[in-house]
Nanobody, 112 residues
Framework: VQLQESGPGLVKPSQTLSLTCIVS??????????WSWIRQPPGKGLEWMGA???????YYSPSLKSRTSISRDTSKNQFTLQLSSVTPEDTAVYYC?????WGQGTQVTVSS
């Protein structure tokens, strides 16, 4: 399985961050599979943000739930993260993940 994140590297405060994870070598509808978004702010540890499951169900970190939405496009075998009302504290490297499989990560900076 290969995962590849894509999206803008710079987002302005109060805007919505949108990232897409393109999946190859596996289907996002494969049974019992959950696709996650994880981020790592500078100098901090990994933070699980949320996931979308094989049947389309979504799960979010309580601390980010009010601002986070994860969706999928099964025809393109990809899933998307949207994080609204971003602040500089949302600056991080964002990863899409499936168990031991990780995307390369994409740096997102929130700045005016």
């Amino acid at each position: 399985v290969q995962l590849q994140e894509s999206g803008p590297g710079l987002v302005k405060p109060s805007q919505t961050l949108s990232l897409t994870c393109i999946v190859s070598g596996g289907s996002i509808t494969q049974n019992y599979v959950y696709w996650s978004w994880i981020r790592q702010p500078p100098g901090k540890g990994l933070e699980w943000m949320g996931a979308i499951g094989y049947s389309g169900g979504t799960y979010y970190s309580p601390s980010l739930k009010s601002r986070t939405s994860i969706s999928r496009d099964t025809s393109k075998n990809q899933f998307t993260l949207q994080l609204s009302s971003v602040t500089p504290e949302d600056t991080a490297v964002y990863y899409c993940n499936l168990r031991d499989y990780w995307g390369q990560g994409t740096q997102v900076t929130v700045s005016s």
